[in-house]
Nanobody, 123 residues
Framework: QVHLVESGGGLVQTGGSLRLSCAASGGTFSSSAMGWFRQAPGKEREFVGYINWSGSRTYYADSVKGRFTISRDNAKNTVYLQMNSLKPEDTAVYYC????????????????WGQGTQVTVSS
């Protein structure tokens, strides 16, 4: 079973940058597609981005396209989320998870969720 731990969150001003990390242990990380999601207070968990097992294919939510970049280092069992040009509406708890289904944008097609890391963007 895969265990995921997110890190790298924090408080940043509008326009700033953060890089989140998601470290995996157990399971077969290098052959697993991964996703990033976020959840703001009072809102549903929403898709942020996806990366396939090799890193050759990525998908992003329209709200973050051009600002966020997902990458992975299979030798380190880690997936990253580089977030640039941050906005107050990016404030949320960010989660990584393993893609286990067929619908990249669908939260229920992911499993083995991490505990999340808080990102707060001040205006």
């Amino acid at each position: 079973q895969v265990h995921l731990v997110e890190s790298g969150g924090g408080l940043v001003q509008t326009g700033g940058s953060l890089r989140l990390s998601c470290a995996a242990s157990g399971g077969t990380f290098s052959s697993s597609a991964m996703g990033w999601f976020r959840q703001a207070p009072g809102k549903e968990r929403e898709f942020v981005g996806y990366i396939n097992w090799s890193g050759s294919r990525t998908y992003y939510a329209d709200s973050v396209k051009g600002r966020f970049t997902i990458s992975r280092d299979n030798a380190k069992n880690t997936v990253y989320l580089q977030m640039n040009s941050l906005k107050p509406e990016d404030t949320a708890v960010y989660y990584c998870a393993v893609f286990v289904g067929s619908r990249v944008y669908y939260v229920y097609d992911y499993d083995y969720w991490g505990q999340g890391t808080q990102v707060t963007v001040s205006s």
